[in-house]
């Protein structure tokens, strides 16, 4: 993105410190980093991210800019769930998460949840009446959370709930995740 148009845009990406999966993570904040993009990312503590490949095999480690309890009101303009199972896991257990994960649907800005992600909308009880995509084994957990419908798909944009929820299956849709979030950042 050589003209640079997303400039003073700002993401949050939402994590433990333990077991997010790698490229969920990392691709999308070195990405949106490349298109100008302020992209803060905050994990339960300030100790550094242990990110996995595979949900098994040690990733590379990132230093997170905040914890979920430092966040503050500062504004962002998307939230970002990446997944990996531990990562979502534990991360639905974080009450400042889930508080996060609810402001930002109560303010009706953009969310964008990929694989296991979606378990932190679950908890957060923000998925009425939404159509949205995850990791399969995820299925059962949004629809018994209201959700309108799963589908399987590599992207699925749902603007019809009160916010704008992006939502991918795996690392393979990175792509497709990466560009659905551009999109919804130029409009905001």
């Avoid at 550094?48 to 009101?73: M, Y």
């Avoid at 109560?106 to 995850?134: K, N, Q």
């Avoid at 749902?158 to 990175?174: A, F, Q």
């Amino acid at each position: 993105m050589a003209d640079r148009r997303l400039d003073g845009r700002s993401v949050l990406a939402l994590v433990t410190n333990y077991g997010v999966e790698q490229d969920e993570l990392l691709v999308p904040l070195r990405e949106l980093r490349k298109d100008g993009v302020d992209v803060t990312v905050a994990a339960v503590s300030t100790d550094p991210v242990q990110t996995l490949q595979g949900d098994k095999d040690p990733g590379e480690r990132l230093d997170p800019d905040v914890s979920h309890e430092a966040l503050g009101a500062a504004p962002h303009d998307l939230l970002l769930v990446p997944g990996g199972t531990l990562n979502a896991d534990h991360l639905r257990l974080e009450t400042a998460a889930v508080d996060t994960v609810k402001a930002f649907a109560a303010s009706g800005r953009p969310i964008a949840a990929i694989c296991h992600g979606p378990w932190a909308l679950v908890e957060a009880d923000v998925l009425h009446g939404r159509t949205l995509t995850s990791y399969p084994s995820l299925r059962t957990d949004i629809t018994n959370a209201g959700a309108k419908a799963w589908v399987d798909e590599a992207v699925v944009v749902d603007v019809d709930g009160g916010y704008p929820l992006i939502t991918s299956r795996t690392p393979k849709d990175l792509d497709d995740f990466v560009t659905a979030i551009r999109d919804r950042l130029a409009r905001v």
